[in-house]
């Protein structure tokens, strides 16, 4: 975490992510994979499913099994950054919540994975893969509001140099804050509570 003065003498508070390659958050390099794989998961359950096709089992299979493994890669990013936040914010909070739903998706998956590469049927192993789609849908939508309403992992954009603001001086108010155009409907700040 860092504490800067913005160009109009407003505090911010940086949140960058501590697991980074050149400067880029690794965590949100990694999600798509076990994303993609626990999709993957359910999709050929359910064409399983359909045409009981034992092809489609065993894609399953793999793609629980390698959603698995890469959730717990991402998972290691992902906890460093989420013990950098700044404790009693708002930010950490929402941090904790999206950690909780994934590691719940993860052992959803790897108790269906478990389930599938034993040979069991699939009626037990596509509900814990339903389930598990379902945390991590929440997940990303926790994830997103680290990014978006937080900003967790983002440079800020040295105004001058690298963008031109948004606002006019004569659009800031009382504490010092620029105001957001009206189309931009998040937060600015991550309040810390002491």
Same mark, same amino acid.
């Given at each position: 975490m860092k504490i800067a003065r913005g160009t109009l003498g407003a505090l911010a508070i940086v949140m960058r992510s501590r697991a980074h390659i050149a400067g880029h958050p690794i965590h949100p390099m990694l999600i798509a994979f076990p994303v993609a794989l626990y999709v993957a998961t359910v999709v050929t359950l359910l064409a399983f499913v359909g045409t009981g096709d034992a092809f489609w089992y065993r894609v399953a299979t793999w793609s629980n099994i390698g959603g698995v493994v890469m959730a717990a890669v991402a998972a290691v990013p992902g906890l460093i950054d989420l013990l950098g936040l700044p404790r009693h914010s708002r930010a950490r909070v929402t941090g904790v919540k999206h950690a909780a739903f994934n590691v719940l998706a993860l052992s959803l998956f790897a108790v269906s994975a478990v389930l599938?590469?034993?040979?069991?049927?699939?009626?037990?192993? $596509?509900? $814990?893969?339903?389930?598990?789609?379902?945390?991590?849908?929440?997940?990303?939508?926790?994830?997103?509001?680290?990014?978006?309403?937080?900003?967790?992992?983002i440079k800020p954009a040295q105004f001058g140099r690298d963008v031109e603001p948004d606002y006019h001086v004569d659009d800031v108010d009382r504490d010092s804050q620029p105001r957001m155009p009206a189309s931009y409907v998040e937060t600015y700040r991550t309040t810390i509570h002491h």
């Open positions: 599938l590469y034993r040979g069991a049927d699939v009626t037990a192993p $596509l509900a $814990l893969s339903i389930l598990g789609a379902l945390s991590t849908l929440a997940a990303g939508w926790l994830g997103w509001t680290l990014v978006q309403t937080h900003h967790v992992g």
